[in-house]
């Protein structure tokens, strides 16, 4: 069974920094390409950053600079550094693992900045 578990959400404020953690199990997990989405209220989801199995990393042009996204297969954990955070990054924050065109979600877990 197929089951990622994200964790390292919360309130912070501006400029302030959290990373985020998906753990992965029931997978060949390095075999998969994983990426971050996130949904803020009454916007659609939208890709944040993404690591293929290889480590090729590519981001959202609104987080360029400021998160890293990062695996430890050996861990089967996808983890995302976000430095420097917005007012306009709050979200819940998805853990997407995609392996032969069929992508698996999370849960999702809540970031909130707020002064």
């Known amino acids: 069974q197929v089951q990622f578990v994200e964790s390292g959400g919360g309130l912070v404020q501006p400029g302030e920094s959290l990373r985020l953690s998906c753990a992965a199990s029931?997978?060949?997990?390095?075999?998969?390409?994983m990426a971050w989405n996130r949904q803020a209220p009454g916007k659609q989801r939208e890709l944040a950053a993404r690591?293929?199995?290889?480590?090729?990393?590519n981001y959202a042009d609104s987080v360029k600079g400021r998160f890293t996204i990062s695996r430890d297969n050996a861990k089967t954990t996808v983890y995302l550094q976000m430095n420097s955070l917005k007012p306009e990054d709050p979200a819940v924050y998805y853990c997407?693992?995609?392996?032969?065109?069929?992508?698996?979600w999370g849960q999702g877990t809540q970031v909130t900045v707020s002064s």
């Open positions: 029931g997978i060949a997990f390095r075999f998969y390409d």
């Open positions: 690591i293929t199995s290889s480590g090729t990393t």
């Open positions: 997407v693992g995609r392996f032969r065109g069929s992508d698996y």
